[in-house]
């Protein structure tokens, strides 16, 4: 999702083997304003399938519409991916719930996992009894690195590769307003593929590739191409063709492929019906531009006994009639438009796929608030001492307070390196030592009376060693009974057993009194998330599956 503040323009593209489509937009604070929608044909001699060429053909088209626009939006198609619908996956925090997606969904692919980007939305509610489902896709990584060579020819930065049926998903639910009907099926008609997916309760929960050859039609159809901002001219004309169009096709081929639509329809319903038995689908929306839509969603009026509409987007985006009319092949691309304005958890992006955060970076989260507790304590120490020197030693008294600083910085700094070290060694285990550190530093004084030499800790006795050194015996003193003192939450047992060891008092220095404070951690903290880490490790995989 994009800065509130920042108005960004995108291009979302969308391509088969014939056509390219291409949706320019502006989006901020949550809105996306269309500036552009427009196609072309691919020449013959031109395939996507050769990066290279296929980059400079966008470069060409881009240059001669006058698009400056660098930033672009991607939706891969469903015959390039992998999708599973995840159903009865358990409430999950968000950092866990990429640890537990993957271990369903590896067992679905025919590749292995490293060799892929895998990607979820966030889980949705299914059903009555707690349990979630997602959707969740994979890319091998060669298919994903020849759309970056594609957009890398075209002199294109790729912001997001997201799932084209999901896209489409958005799209629908714009134009229908994300809940008319209980159940839709869309229908996005292509030159050689036409994706098939039912869309319930606004959530994709079926979703298909079926390969059927679409031959082009006599006369070229009207083609989507007008810009939104600022209103074309009459005599602006609504179509772009590049040479070399295909021949035209006959009329018994056309309706050879629309029987073989029709067809790919129904076995998709009745896969779905086998996922959920007993659903009805109230309303078919189908898109694409190859001209065949309108005959295709007559045969399925008659055919399911249903209601049926081209997609037509112009309601939502303020256009009229004819403009949504030609934009009945734009769903993908406006879908990827409809992404940029909600949050990035809800949609796939195979360039940024969540994943799992670990234990150690959660912990290590800790570690910039002690550092700027300490920080602000040596400044408020700064300006007091600063205030209280007479004028006469003022310049001198500042030097020295730099050197102190300095010093102090410096055995901060060791500190927090050592306490990293001591996090990465200790992540697997119950006791978490960075909440006792931050515990124990917090119950001492500040380093005008005393100041931390070294730390050590044992893992086996559950003990801490502080070294320190301090302006007077009684500054030790006070420090044990603190420590002696100190509670964790609601406790009344004391939390650690300290143990002042021999101190010795040097002749001069600020701090003279050396002396050595063995610690003990005796009680126990409430551990919630280790709590659950090991329950979810006593029930195994195959109980989290």
């Not at 719930?97 to 892929?116: K, W």
């Not at 909440?435 to 917090?442: F, P, Q, R, V, Y």
């Not at 500054?475 to 964790?488: A, C, G, P």
């Not at 003279?512 to 951690?521: A, N, R, W």
Request: glycine content about 6%; charged content about 25%; aromatic content about 4%.
């Amino acid at each position: 999702m994009l800065p509130a503040l920042v108005e960004k323009q995108l291009l979302a593209l969308d391509w088969d083997d014939h056509d390219v489509r291409v949706v320019h937009a502006a989006v901020r604070k949550g809105r996306s304003r269309i500036l552009r929608v427009q196609s072309f044909a691919i020449p013959p001699d031109i395939s996507p399938a050769d990066p290279a060429a296929f980059g400079r053909l966008l470069r060409e088209f881009l240059d001669r519409e006058h698009i400056r626009t660098r930033d672009a939006l991607i939706g891969l198609p469903r015959d390039r991916v992998t999708v599973k619908r995840l159903r009865g996956l358990p409430p999950a925090a968000p950092e866990d719930l990429p640890g537990v997606i993957a271990l369903q969904f590896e067992r679905e692919l025919a590749f292995p996992a490293s060799q892929a980007a895998v990607d979820y939305a966030a889980p949705v509610p299914d059903g009555d009894r707690g349990a979630h489902s997602a959707v969740v896709a994979a890319v091998r990584l060669d298919v994903l690195d020849a759309y970056r060579a594609i957009l890398k020819a075209a002199g294109l930065k790729l912001l997001r590769a997201g799932l084209r049926p999901h896209a489409n998903r958005l799209a629908v639910n714009a134009v229908l307003d994300a809940g008319r009907h209980e159940r839709v099926l869309f229908v996005d008609v292509g030159s050689t593929f036409t994706e098939i997916d039912v869309i319930s309760g606004g959530q994709l929960t079926f979703t298909r590739a079926a390969s059927v050859v679409v031959p082009r039609e006599p006369e070229p159809h009207a083609r989507g191409a007008f810009q939104a901002e600022p209103p074309p001219t009459p005599d602006e004309g609504l179509s772009l063709r590049l040479s070399g169009s295909p021949p035209p096709a006959r009329g018994d081929e056309r309706s050879a492929a629309l029987n073989a639509l029709v067809m790919e329809v129904v076995r998709s319903v009745e896969a779905y019906r086998s996922e959920e038995p007993g659903v009805t689908i109230s309303h078919v929306v189908i898109g694409g531009d190859t001209g065949l839509e309108e005959r295709l969603a007559e045969a399925l009026r008659d055919r399911f006994d249903m209601t049926a509409e081209l997609f037509n987007p112009a309601v939502h985006f303020g256009w009229d009639g004819s403009r949504g009319r030609d934009a009945c092949g734009f769903a993908a691309a406006l879908g990827l438009i409809e992404a940029q304005t909600s949050r990035p958890e809800d949609h796939i992006d195979f360039l940024h796929p969540k994943k799992v955060v670990t234990k150690t970076e959660q912990r290590l989260r800790k570690l910039p608030i002690v550092a700027a507790v300490a920080a602000l304590f040596l400044a408020a120490a700064g300006v007091l001492y600063h205030q209280t020197v007479t004028p006469q030693k003022r310049q001198l008294a500042e030097l020295k307070r730099q050197i102190e600083e300095a010093q102090s910085n410096k055995r901060e700094m060791e500190s927090l390196s050592k306490l990293v070290g001591i996090v990465r060694d200790l992540e697997a285990d119950q006791v978490v030592w960075i909440d006792e550190m931050h515990d124990i530093l917090a119950c001492l004084p500040g380093t005008e009376q005393l100041v931390l030499e070294d730390i050590s800790m044992q893992q086996k006795d559950r003990s801490i060693t502080l070294r320190v050194k301090a302006t007077t015996p009684q500054v030790l003193t006070e420090l044990v009974n603190r420590l002696h003192d100190f509670r964790v939450g609601g406790e009344t047992s004391r939390h650690y057993d300290v143990k002042q060891g021999a101190t010795s008092t040097a002749a001069y220095g600020t701090h003279p009194v050396s002396g050595k404070l063995d610690i003990t951690v005796v009680g126990a903290r409430e551990r919630p998330d280790l709590a659950r880490a090991d329950e979810s490790a006593e029930r195994g995989p195959s109980d989290r599956g």
